[in-house]
Structures are given as C-alpha cells and as structure tokens.
C-alpha cells in the first residue's frame, strides 16, 4: 500500500528565509507524487507534480520539488519565503491501478512565517 | 479557469439524520473522488468513481455512505444516519483521462453533526 510521510507537523521560518518542506513516500513502482496546499479555510491547490523526466519540478508561487528515488523522497523547496506563503503543504502519493488512479496525502505540514 | 464546485459550503445536522453533499466536477473529466479531512488530521480518501460505478473504496466508505452521479454532471455523496465523528470537510475532486493526472479540488462542504 502506497503511503507519505511528512515527518515536521510545523515548521516556522522567518520571512524572506528559505524552505524545505520533508516528504518521503512508499510505492512499490514510480509514483506519481505532487505537493498541495491549502490555506485556512480553503480547498486544496495544487503546487506542483512529477509523472516523469526531469527530477527537479517546478511549480507555481515559486515553489520547486527534486524527486530522489534512492532516498524516496520528494522534498518541497522556495528561496524565499513569503508572508502570504503561511499555509498547511501535503506532500500526495498517486497510484495507478487499471487507471483508477488514488492519490494518498501525508498529514501534513503547518508553516507559520514570522517577520 | 474551470473548476470543481461544492454545494453547501457548510452545514449543520442533527445527529442520525441524512446529508447530500453536491459537486459538479469539470466538466470534461472522467474520475471522481471524495475525501474527508476532520478537523486538525490528515487528508483522507474515501471513494473514487470512474464509469458510473465505484471503482475504489476505503474502509472509512462503509454503507453508511453512497455515490452516485445521477444526471451527468452533478457528483453527490451521501452520509446516512449522521454520527457526531462524520463531523469533517469533505472535499470532491475530479480528473481528466489517462493514467496519471492531477486530481482539482474543490473548496469543500464542511459537515457539523450534534
């Protein structure tokens, strides 16, 4: 069974600071990963994903992600972090089962930006 | 930009009671999900639905719950005999064909049962 793991519950960062957000998976062939994020109150955006090719997506808001196969992980990155970045990420797992594809969340990670 | 939308945006039930939650994935996309996330956890699957059946379930979708699509375009979930601990955001999600693609979101209906 396909699952995530998203080992920081909060992270806080100072503006203007740079991110990573942790994620690592378990899928028995290539996954399919992307990264969401929702604000409080808010439905889900997705950020970015990876289906295949380059390792290193990017994604909008300024967000990048590098998928590391040997490691199994999909690490969510900015530069520089905004105020309006504040927000819950869930790193997401799809899978492929005679097209009925399932995307499974992490449980998430809270960022909190201060000035 | 065509988006998936949810009817209500929040509701309250008595416990015991029935709900129909509504979505009205995009318009050209073939797969059809709910999840559920209660209040502070994690981002849970409960049903995909692709070709007037369900094609996947959790064991959180137990016949306390239904799918179905009855006209085309609206996508409903419903809850019978509400318990307090279905009390969640239930987000419907929809994609196009293929074997891979993003599932969109929608803004989700927000479920309080006393």
């Known amino acids: 069974a396909q699952s995530v793991t998203q080992p920081d519950i909060h992270i806080t960062v100072s503006e203007g600071a740079s991110l990573e957000l942790r994620c690592n998976y378990s899928y028995g062939a290539t996954p399919y990963l992307f990264w969401y994020v929702q604000s409080p109150g808010q439905g889900l955006q997705l950020l970015l994903k990876?289906?295949?090719?380059?390792?290193l997506v990017q994604g909008i808001k300024g967000f990048e992600a590098e998928f590391k196969r040997s490691q199994s992980s999909f690490n969510l990155r900015k530069p520089s972090v905004h105020w309006s970045d504040a927000a819950e990420y869930f790193c997401?797992?799809?899978?492929?089962?005679?097209?009925?594809?399932?995307?499974?969340f992490g449980i998430g990670t809270k960022l909190q930006v201060i000035p | 930009e065509p988006e998936v939308t949810q009817t209500p945006s929040h509701q309250v039930t008595q416990m015991g009671q029935e709900v129909i939650l509504r979505c009205v994935p995009i318009s050209n996309h073939l797969y059809f999900y709910w999840y559920r996330q209660i209040l502070g956890q994690k981002v849970e699957f409960l049903v995909s639905f692709y070709n007037n059946e369900i094609s996947e379930k959790s064991e959180i979708f137990d016949d306390q719950f239904s799918v179905e699509r009855p006209d085309g375009s609206n996508f409903t979930l419903k809850i019978r005999s509400t318990k307090l601990e279905d009390s969640a955001m239930y987000f419907c999600?929809?994609?196009?064909?293929?074997?891979?693609?993003?599932?969109?979101f929608g803004e989700g209906s927000r479920l309080t049962v006393l």
């Open positions: 990876y289906f295949s090719g380059d390792t």
């Open positions: 999600a929809s994609r196009g064909g293929g074997i891979a693609g993003e599932l969109f």
């Open positions: 997401a797992v799809g899978s492929s089962s005679g097209g009925y594809q399932k995307v499974t």
